[in-house]
């Protein structure tokens, strides 16, 4: 792959990497505080579980975009690897083809469900958080999965990239 698109999507891996860290801390942070202030002082903090649950869809979601950036995803490889070379890599066409497909069909439906639920300004029930929020991070997410999936098509090269450097093994 071209050392630019490539050099761009470890960079966008990177920053989601750091702030998914950020995220978990957070959610520990509030479990650890509403813990004490349930068991402690006998006084739960309203929506800290909902808040936790939010970030923990958000947390998978776009740990799936770094997953996909990284190459890291579960993929049913079994067959190319008995294949000819060129054979392989048509065979991963049709699979990067149909996971842009099945990407770009969530991205809209996803955008749209997330702009709806913003006009009905709907807002969650404990932690009165607006709903198209976490929706929001969904369709982010498959959008992202979507333009990595493009960029890989538009450039051709099926070549897993080498990992970032603070990833590889001694």
């Known amino acids: 792959m071209l050392q630019g698109p490539q050099t761009a999507l470890n960079g966008v891996a990177t920053f989601f990497s750091r702030l998914l860290g950020a995220a978990l801390i957070v959610a520990v942070i509030i479990n650890v505080v509403n813990v004490v202030a349930r068991y402690g002082f006998n006084h739960a903090i309203t929506g800290a ?79 009165h958080m607006p709903m198209w929020l976490p929706h929001s991070v969904l369709a982010l997410s498959f959008t992202l999965m979507t333009l990595v999936g493009l960029i890989r098509l538009g450039v051709r090269d099926e070549t897993p990239p080498a990992p970032p450097e603070e990833e590889a093994l001694p």
């Open 49 to 127: 579980d909902e808040l936790q649950i939010y970030l923990m869809v958000a947390m998978a979601f776009l740990g799936a975009v770094v997953a996909h950036i990284r190459r890291r995803h579960l993929r049913m490889d079994v067959l190319t690897r008995h294949f000819p070379p060129a054979v392989a890599r048509w065979l991963n066409g049709i699979e990067a083809l149909l996971a842009i497909a099945v990407c770009g069909l969530m991205t809209w439906i996803s955008w749209t469900y997330t702009a709806k639920i913003f006009k009905l300004g709907s807002h969650s029930e404990n932690a």
